[in-house]
Nanobody
């Protein structure tokens, strides 16, 4: 059964940084494009960043995080990362990872709170 476990969230002041990790329990990880998503209270889940399969040479970001967030992957470790810099209060949300296409059941996510 495919499962993703997110970690690395926390409370950070505006302008701070966090690095999220997503560990995948999946037999073959590198063949899937992966994404980070977030859901703020009262809002729908939205895409934050996606990375192509294989070496991850192609990435795409939501306009709201371009230039601040960086997605990357380590296929040997079966992990996807999200480096978040210059965090803003509006980045506060629960962050999830999943396959970009045909997503599986969502994990518990990791809470990111940006507040002074």
């Amino acid at each position: 059964q495919v499962r993703f476990v997110e970690s690395g969230g926390g409370l950070v002041q505006p302008g701070g940084s966090l690095r999220l990790s997503c560990a995948a329990s999946i037999s073959i990880f590198g063949i899937y494009a992966m994404g980070w998503y977030r859901q703020a209270p009262g809002k729908q889940r939205e895409m934050v960043a996606v990375i192509s399969s294989g070496g991850g040479g192609s990435t795409n970001y939501a306009d709201s995080v371009k230039g601040r967030f960086t997605i990357s992957r380590d296929n040997a470790k079966k992990v996807v990362y999200l480096q978040m810099n210059s965090l803003k209060p509006e980045d506060t949300a629960v962050y999830y990872c999943n396959k970009q296409a045909s997503p599986v059941a969502w994990g518990q996510g990791t809470q990111v709170t940006v507040s002074s």
